[in-house]
């Protein structure tokens, strides 16, 4: 099958997925073209969460990270985001890439990287498949660095694991009323107005090491009516600040739960519990 085709195939399934919207450029980057572009810039820090180990010599894997803040290269950063063995296997390192992604995408913003764009170019140029011009490449990267970072959303459609009895292999299966909203929002995709949920039965999830912390927020979220509060066993974020993540694209839940605890940072991603609504990572500023 040509590259062409495959090509066509993507855009037409995920344009059917996303209610029809046109898919107007594409980007395909394999891990072997990040090790390229990962040391063009030097590598790159990641906070890593817990220790991984993992072999397979079929696939040529050697994965050995212990926790902590690590600059990794090109190489270790591909390990890291591949590496798929734990509780949630493949959603995992969906949650590992929009990590590594947006780090990457805040070291390329950073105005020390403008010496080295030329050199980020090329290597993008000459490793990745993609349809955007040069002059393309470049207006977006100007864009980009008007644009807050506080502005600069990952969203992973909602959803739920694939059960045993329905595939013989694991896929998300996404949940179809919940695209919408994020169609409307993120793609001005207009849509049927909904009826707003009941925020106090938002489910959210927190995360953190300290039983006291973890304890004390979610009896505070709960004194100020939320009622679908719990304690999740998830990896840390390792972040200084507490960090209040809108797991299905919406920042206006976020902000509710960053408001009742008085506390914490914003972000639009799905690094938490993908089945909550909001995961709140407690950082050091709760203990």
């Known amino acids: 099958m040509s590259l062409d085709l495959r090509v066509s195939i993507a855009e037409s399934t995920v344009s059917k997925l996303l209610s029809g919207i046109a898919i107007d450029r594409y980007v395909r980057v394999d891990t072997e073209e990040l090790v390229h572009l990962v040391n063009a810039i030097g590598g790159l820090e990641v906070n890593i969460p817990k220790a991984m180990n993992y072999v397979d010599h079929t696939q040529n894997l050697n994965i050995h990270f212990e926790p902590g803040l690590q600059k990794l290269s090109g190489q270790h950063l591909e390990e890291y985001v591949r590496f798929r063995h734990d509780e949630l296997g493949d959603i995992g390192r969906v949650q590992r890439q929009q990590e590594v992604i947006k780090a990457l995408m805040q070291k390329l913003l950073q105005p020390q990287m403008i010496t080295l764009l030329p050199k980020v170019l090329q290597v993008v140029q000459q490793n990745t498949d993609t349809d955007f011009s040069l002059e393309e490449m470049l207006a977006t990267y100007r864009t980009m660095t008007t644009i807050p970072r506080s502005s ?16 013989s292999a694991s896929y998300w299966i996404a949940d179809s009323d919940a695209i919408p909203p994020i169609l409307s929002r993120y793609f001005n995709v207009p849509t049927v107005a909904q009826t707003q949920d009941d925020s106090t039965q938002m489910k959210i ?37 507490t960090q209040v993540i809108a797991e299905h694209g919406n920042p206006e839940a976020a902000e509710l739960v960053s408001k009742a605890l008085n506390k914490g940072q914003i972000q639009v991603a799905s690094v938490g519990d993908v089945t909550s609504d909001v995961t709140v990572f407690l950082g050091s500023d709760s203990f």
Do not use: T, W
């Open 152 to 167: 600069m959303n990952l969203v992973m459609l909602p959803g739920r694991f694939s059960r045993p009895s329905e595939f």
């Open 205 to 241: 999830a927190i995360v953190s090491p300290s039983d006291e912390a973890a304890n004390s927020a979610i009896q505070r979220l709960k004194q100020q009516g939320f009622n679908n509060v719990y304690r999740c066993d998830h990896d840390p974020l390792l972040e200084p600040k």
